[in-house]
C-alpha cells in the first residue's frame, strides 16, 4: 500500500540564549509539585486556625497557630528553653555515641564469628522486643543518677537498630569480594579492615540514620518519665499547667531537632562512603 | 521519627525451602549446632543475671529484681503482689495492651496502605500528601501525648491514636517504597498486555509492593508495641504499660520483670505472626522475608 | 521468504524519516538520524547494530512508549506515531522485554492467560485452552502452576514467547530476547520461536547484536550504525523456510553471514572506542 510519504518539519530549537534558558529552567522547574504543596500545607494551616470557631469537635483546647507563634517567640527568649535543648542534644550524643561505640564492633564481631552469633543472637531477640520505654523503671533502680538512666535509655532505642544493621550488612556482604581479596592474598586483619569493614559502612550508616529518629523517640519518652529537665520534660511540664502552646513548641522543637541531627548523621555517612550514592 | 530500612538478615527462623515437611524441618533443628549454642547463649544470660543480682548482688545490681524471686513469683498461685500465671489481673492487663495494640494496628494497616499506594499510583494526590507527612514526620510520637490526650476523648482512644500514629507513618513511607521499586518493566508489560488501569493497581501495583509493605508491617508492629508502652504509662488504667509503671511505683519489683518479660514475648509473637502472615501470600518468594 | 495472506490487518510496518534526539532543548543526544525502511506483513525482520545504536529506541518509538522527534511510523498504511502522536502501547504491538517480565507474583498459567482475559477478548476457559495449547507447543506443558521464580531462563523466555502470542498481536516486538541466555539454550529457544512463527506467521520486529542470530532467524536483516543510529545496510535472507540448525553451515548462510559481518564489524569498533554502553 502506498502512503504518501510526508515528514513532518523537525522542531525548531529555540535559541540558546542565556535569557531564554533561564527562563526555560524557571518553566521546566515551576512544577506541579510546588504548587500542590504550598495547596495542602496551606490549607492545614488555614483548618487549624480556623478549627475551634468552625466548631470541629475536641479542637477547644488546641491553641490557634497565631498562640503558638506569640508563645514561640516568649519561649525563645527564655533561657530555659535553651538550656533544655542543650540537656537534651547532650543526653542524645552520649547515648547514640554509646550505642555505635557498643553495637557497631559486636555486630561485627558477631557478623565474623557464626559461633558467637548462633550464642548471643538469640539472647538479643530475647531482649529487643522489650520497648525501651518499658526499661525506665529498670533503669532507675540500676543507675545512681536519672541523668545516666535516660541516657541508657536513649542508648538502647538505638542500640538494637544498630546492632541488627550491622550484622545485617556485614553477613550479606558479596562472598566474591572476599574471594577476589584473598585470591590476591590478604590475611584476615587486611580482609575485615579493608574490605569487611568498609562493604559494611553503608549498612551501619542506615542503622545510624534510623538509630538517631530512635534516640529521640526515647529521649523523649525518658524525660517526659524520668527526667527533670530538657525539652521532653518542658513538653510534658507544658501539658500539666495547661499550657498547650509550650507543649507545640516544644513538639516542634524536638522535631526540628531530630531533623537536623538525622542529616549530620546522613552527611557523615556521605563522608564516610563516599562511593555510595546517598 | 521513623524511617523505613532496607530488611536486615535475619534470626532463629532462617530461610527455609517450602515444601519441606514439618517434621523434617524439626529434625533438622533439632541436629543443628545453633540450636544448642542459642540454649547456651540464653542459658548464660540466665546465669549471669542470677549470679550477679542473687548472689553476688555486686554494686547496684543488688537493687534488681532476683531472677529466681521473679521466676517464682510468676508461677505462684498466689503471688504477693498480685500478679502471676494464676491471677485474673495478668489477663486483664495482656488483653487491654493486646485490644489496643492490634485494633491501632489494624487501622495502620489499612489507612497506611491504602494511602501509601495512593501515593505511588497518583502524582497529585503524592504532592498533595507528601508535605504534610514530612511535616509531621520528625515529631517522635510520644511527643504527641499531650495533644492526643486534649484531642481525642476518653481514657482509650488516645492511648489506641498514639499507636495508630506509630504505625501509621511507617506503613506509609515503606508502601511508598514498595511501590516505587517496582520494576518499571512490569507496567510496560501490563500495558502492553492491554491492563486497564484498575487491572495495574491489582494485578501489579499491590503484588509488586508486598514485599516492602511487610517489611513495614514488622517495623509497624514493633513501633505498636513501643508507643502503646509509653502512652499507657502516661495515660492508661490497665494494661501491660500501666502495670509496668504501678509496680515501679508500689516496689513491686518482680512483678516488673513478669511484665517486661510478658511484653517482650508478646512483641516477639506479633511480630511473627505478621511475618507467618507474609509468608503465606507470598509464596513466590523463594525466600522467606528477613525478620527485622 | 514467506508469502502471507494479504489481510488488511496484517501488520506492514513503515518508518519514514525517523530521527529521535533526547533533550533536544538541551544535551540534544541524536538517537536515530532518517531512519527509513519497510516491513512486510508477516515478514521477520530484525535489526541488528551495535551497543547505542539505537535499537531500543526505534521498538520503543513502535511499542508506544516513545515519541519519535520527526518523521512517521504507519502501521498498515495508519498514521502510527509522529511527533504529534504517541500510540498507547497495546497488544497489537507486544513486546517480549530484554530482562523478562513475567510478573513473578502469578503463576505460569495467569501470566499467560492475563492478556486476552484483561482485554476481554476471551474468556477465561478459553483462554486457558488456548495457553495450554501454546505452552505444549513449546515444550512446557504441565507447568502451568509454577511460579516464574521456579523456572529457568530458557522456559521463562518460551512463556513470555507464549505470552505475547496468545494476543494475536499484529507486530511481535522482541528487543534483544535472548541475550541473558546460554549459547545451547538459545539456539533452542530459536527453534521453538521459527516453530510459532511458521505455524502462524506474525511481523515479527526483532532487536540483537548477535549476527548468527539475526541470519538465522529473518527474512530480512536491517544493519544499523553506530550512535547516530542510520540505517547502513539492508540484507535480504533467502533460505528457505522451515530452517533447522543445519542451516547455520550451509554455504548461503555464511556467506549472508559474512555479509552482515562485514558490514558491522566496522560499527562495532566505533562504538566500542566510544565507550558506547546499552541503556537497557
Do not use: N, P, Y
Given at each position: 500500500m502506498t502512503t504518501i510519504i510526508r515528514s513532518a518539519p523537525s522542531r525548531a530549537r529555540p535559541s540558546s540564549t542565556p535569557v531564554a534558558r533561564t527562563i526555560l529552567w524557571i518553566r521546566k522547574r515551576w512544577k506541579l509539585e510546588w504548587i500542590l504543596a504550598a495547596v495542602s500545607l496551606s490549607s492545614l494551616a488555614l483548618l487549624w486556625e480556623f478549627a475551634a470557631p468552625l466548631g470541629i469537635p475536641g479542637v477547644e483546647n488546641l491553641p490557634p497557630p497565631s498562640a503558638v507563634i506569640r508563645e514561640s517567640a516568649k519561649l525563645l527568649h527564655s533561657e530555659l528553653y535553651w538550656t533544655a535543648w542543650g540537656l537534651s542534644l547532650r543526653r542524645i550524643a552520649y547515648g547514640f555515641l554509646a550505642a555505635q561505640l557498643v553495637g557497631v564492633p559486636l555486630g561485627l564481631g558477631l557478623a565474623m564469628n557464626r559461633v558467637a552469633l548462633d550464642t548471643i543472637f538469640p539472647v538479643v531477640e530475647i531482649l529487643r522486643p522489650i520497648p525501651p520505654v518499658a526499661w525506665i523503671p529498670v533503669a532507675i533502680i540500676f543507675w545512681p543518677t536519672r541523668e545516666l538512666s535516660v541516657v541508657f535509655i536513649v542508648f538502647l532505642g538505638a542500640f538494637w537498630i544498630v546492632l541488627i544493621n550491622t550484622i545485617g550488612g556485614a553477613a550479606t556482604i558479596d562472598p566474591n569480594y572476599r574471594r577476589a581479596a584473598e585470591s590476591l592474598g590478604s590475611n584476615r586483619r587486611d580482609l575485615f579492615w579493608r574490605i569487611i569493614l568498609p562493604a559494611t559502612i553503608p549498612s551501619i550508616v542506615i542503622g545510624m540514620a534510623v538509630g538517631m529518629g530512635l534516640a529521640w523517640e526515647m529521649l523523649v519518652a525518658a524525660e517526659m518519665v524520668a527526667g527533670n529537665t530538657g525539652l521532653g520534660y518542658l513538653l510534658w511540664q507544658g501539658f500539666e499547667v495547661n499550657a498547650i502552646s509550650q507543649c507545640i513548641v516544644c513538639m516542634m522543637s524536638i522535631g526540628i531537632a531530630g531533623l537536623l541531627s538525622s542529616q549530620l548523621v546522613r552527611l557523615l555517612g556521605r563522608f564516610a562512603a563516599p562511593w555510595q550514592r546517598p | 521519627m521513623i524511617q523505613p530500612i532496607a530488611p536486615a538478615r535475619g534470626s532463629l527462623d532462617a530461610a527455609l525451602p517450602s515444601g519441606v515437611p514439618w517434621w523434617m524441618r524439626a529434625r533438622r533443628v533439632l541436629r543443628s549446632r545453633r540450636l544448642y549454642l542459642a540454649i547456651l547463649g540464653v542459658g548464660t544470660f540466665f546465669l549471669r543475671w542470677y549470679m550477679l543480682v542473687d548472689v553476688l548482688r555486686f554494686w547496684r545490681f543488688r537493687e534488681l529484681p532476683g531472677f529466681v524471686a521473679s521466676i517464682r513469683e510468676w508461677v505462684s498461685p498466689n503471688p504477693v503482689y498480685g500478679i502471676s500465671l494464676f491471677t485474673s489481673d495478668y489477663y486483664l492487663h495482656i488483653w487491654s495492651s493486646l485490644y489496643r495494640v492490634y485494633s491501632a494496628f489494624a487501622l495502620a494497616t489499612l489507612l497506611g496502605i491504602t494511602i501509601g499506594i495512593l501515593m505511588g499510583w497518583r502524582r497529585v494526590f503524592y504532592g498533595l500528601t507528601f508535605p504534610i507527612l514530612e511535616l509531621f514526620r520528625p515529631i517522635p510520637v510520644l511527643a504527641w501525648i499531650p495533644l492526643a490526650i486534649i484531642l481525642l476523648p476518653g481514657r482509650e482512644l488516645p492511648i489506641i491514636g498514639l499507636t495508630f500514629l506509630a504505625a501509621f507513618f511507617v506503613t506509609i513511607l515503606n508502601t511508598l517504597l514498595g511501590v516505587r521499586s517496582i520494576d518499571p518493566v512490569y507496567f510496560r508489560a501490563a500495558r502492553s498486555l492491554g491492563f486497564s488501569e484498575l487491572g495495574i493497581l491489582v494485578h501489579v501495583i499491590l503484588p509488586g509492593a508486598l514485599p516492602y509493605i511487610f517489611v513495614g508491617l514488622q517495623i509497624a508492629m514493633g513501633a505498636c508495641w513501643f508507643s502503646l508502652v509509653a502512652s499507657e504509662i502516661a495515660s492508661g488504667q490497665a494494661g501491660l504499660g500501666y502495670e509496668v509503671w504501678q509496680a515501679y511505683y508500689y516496689v513491686q519489683f518482680e512483678t516488673m520483670v513478669i511484665i517486661m518479660a510478658t511484653l517482650g514475648f508478646l512483641g516477639y509473637v506479633s511480630s511473627a505472626l505478621v511475618r507467618l502472615v507474609a509468608h503465606r501470600l507470598m509464596r513466590w518468594r523463594s525466600s522467606v522475608i528477613a525478620s527485622v | 521468504m514467506t508469502a502471507v495472506s494479504a489481510s488488511p490487518k496484517g501488520g506492514a510496518l513503515s518508518i519514514r524519516n525517523v530521527a529521535k534526539i533526547y533533550d533536544p532543548d538541551g544535551a540534544g543526544v541524536v538517537a536515530l538520524d532518517d531512519i527509513s525502511f519497510d516491513v512486510g506483513a508477516g515478514e521477520f525482520c530484525v535489526i541488528v547494530g551495535p551497543s547505542g545504536c539505537g535499537k531500543t529506541t526505534l521498538l520503543n518509538a513502535v511499542a508506544g512508549f516513545d515519541t519519535v522527534t520527526s518523521g512517521e511510523i504507519l502501521l498498515d498504511g495508519a498514521l502510527l506515531s509522529s511527533p504529534a502522536r504517541r500510540p498507547a502501547p497495546g497488544a497489537d504491538r507486544i513486546v517480549v522485554f530484554q530482562n523478562g517480565s513475567l510478573f513473578p507474583w502469578k503463576t505460569v498459567l495467569w501470566n499467560v492467560i492475563c492478556g486476552p482475559v484483561q482485554q476481554g477478548r476471551m474468556t477465561r476457559a478459553n483462554a486457558i485452552r488456548h495457553a495450554r495449547d501454546l505452552l505444549g507447543r513449546v515444550g512446557l506443558a504441565g507447568i502451568e502452576d509454577q511460579y516464574p521464580g521456579e523456572l529457568s531462563g530458557g522456559m521463562k523466555r518460551r512463556v513470555e514467547i507464549v505470552r505475547a502470542l496468545i494476543n494475536e498481536p499484529r507486530i511481535l516486538l522482541l528487543d534483544e530476547p535472548f541475550r541473558a541466555l546460554d549459547a545451547l539454550t538459545k539456539s533452542v529457544v530459536q527453534e521453538y520461536l521459527l516453530e510459532l512463527y511458521d505455524l502462524v506467521p506474525k511481523t515479527v520486529f526483532f532487536i540483537t547484536h548477535d549476527v548468527e542470530e539475526a541470519v538465522f532467524l529473518a527474512d530480512k536483516v536491517i544493519v544499523m550504525t553506530t550512535r547516530p543510529g542510520r540505517v547502513l545496510k539492508i540484507i535480504d535472507v533467502d533460505i528457505a523456510r522451515p530452517?533447522?540448525?543445519?542451516?547455520?553451515?550451509s554455504d548461503r548462510f555464511l556467506q549472508i553471514e559474512n555479509d552482515v559481518r562485514t558490514a558491522i564489524h566496522g560499527e562495532a569498533q566505533k562504538a566500542f572506542e566510544a565507550g558506547e554502553r546499552e541503556f537497557a
Open positions: - | - | 530452517r533447522s540448525v543445519h542451516v547455520l553451515t
